[in-house]
């Protein structure tokens, strides 16, 4: 009986130890910045929102059921009325950007003006 318990137990052991693990995020590096602010300016002049571009610090994406790690936002300044964009990152890439809701906080965030590419 005991050698059956000490089978179990292992076998429920081994199992544990091939779990694969989360990957760990990656911040953007100096160029993939360069990248991602320009295809953040081109995506504020297509949309064609009054006022100026600003943009978020890169910070965690809380929302949940969104494909990214990290979230930065975009708002237009002087606008009529400010309309928030926000730009989902996964390993130092945008893989999605949509209109802000209230799960993304950008409301919440501090700006900074977005640079012309």
């Avoid at 320009?38 to 610090?57: H, M, Q, R, V």
């Amino acid at each position: 009986m005991r050698s059956i318990v000490i089978i179990v137990a292992s076998l429920f052991l081994f199992g544990c130890g091939t779990t694969q693990f989360a990957e760990v995020p990656t911040v953007p590096n100096a160029t993939e910045w360069k990248s991602i602010r320009a295809t953040i300016y081109s995506t504020f002049t297509n949309l064609k929102l009054d006022g100026s571009p600003e943009i978020s610090p890169l910070h965690k994406n809380d929302a949940l059921g969104t494909p990214a790690d990290f979230a930065i936002c975009l708002r237009n300044s002087g606008g009529k009325t400010a309309k928030y964009v926000v730009f989902l990152i996964n390993q130092s890439k945008i893989v999605d950007y949509r209109f802000a809701v209230g799960l993304d906080r950008c409301g919440r965030q501090t700006y900074t003006p977005l640079p012309k590419p």
